[in-house]
């Protein structure tokens, strides 16, 4: 088991790439506390990996709202004492229209939990990296975070904004044993990806557990002089069935 004992959150824990991430890191033995705004996908969750040993930490948050957000660091911090792992994997998509088309209010809301909501997360855990000299944020962030399209609006700036906060962050922790990561899952099977193309076919596109390879490399000691770094998961994968 590649994360024995190692102490993980993820934001957007109840479904899609989340619940995949929640469910490969116990696999490999890593002790999960996963959010979402939605208690009873959360609580389906957490029921599916109690009954195979693996009970996590869960609370309802909205990662937007900072009460929210500090009942659940607290309930992490007092449980765990501390964090190994950060996966902020929450984000909302938005309306798929053309920037002249957003209101203000739509576009807040999506700066709000995919900007301001990685920052807050973020500020919450990583100070018990600091002290422990040692820890891996993985920020999930997606191919229109590199290169902007029509109709993305907020998300991609949000991306961006997420790709400008990887970075950063990576240089400022980096003597501290702290590495800080961006991951693009790229195009599967979730309810996401389905509500920016909803004609697509879906059989088509890898299921989010296909793809946990490159999160389990980013969360364990095997990636301990990655950091600063914006990795493809699909790449990744293809990259590992090309070398076996």
Not at 34 to 63: K, Q, W, Y
Not at 95 to 110: K, L, M, Y
């Amino acid at each position: 088991m590649r994360l024995k004992g190692k102490r993980i959150v993820i934001t957007g824990g109840s479904k899609g790439l989340g619940r995949a991430l929640a469910i490969r890191f116990a696999e490999e033995g890593g002790r999960v506390a996963i959010c979402s705004r939605t208690f009873d996908e959360l609580n389906r969750v957490a029921l599916e990996l109690a009954v195979h040993g693996h009970p996590p930490l869960f609370a309802a948050c909205d990662i937007a709202d900072a009460e929210q957000l500090g009942r659940f660091s607290e309930l992490v911090l007092s449980e765990f004492g501390s964090v190994d792992v950060l996966v902020n994997n929450a984000s909302l998509l938005g309306p798929r229209i053309e920037i002249a088309d957003w209101t203000q209010a739509a576009w807040q809301r999506v700066i709000d939990v995919n900007v301001n909501g990685l920052f807050a997360v973020t500020r919450a855990f990583l100070p018990s990296m600091i002290r422990q000299r040692s820890g891996s944020i993985i920020n999930v962030g997606s191919s229109v975070g590199k290169r902007g399209r029509a109709r993305w609006g907020a998300y991609a700036v949000s991306k961006f904004a997420l790709e400008g906060f990887t970075q950063t962050l990576a240089e400022e922790v980096r003597k501290l044993g702290i590495r800080v990561n961006s991951v693009n899952p790229g195009a599967l099977d979730t309810d996401m990806r389905h509500a920016a193309y909803p004609d697509e076919d879906r059989s088509r596109l890898k299921k989010p557990a296909e793809i946990t390879d490159v999160f389990v490399f980013l969360a364990g000691d095997e990636s301990r002089s990655t950091t600063g770094e914006y990795l493809d998961a699909q790449e990744y994968l293809r990259t590992k069935k090309e070398i076996a």
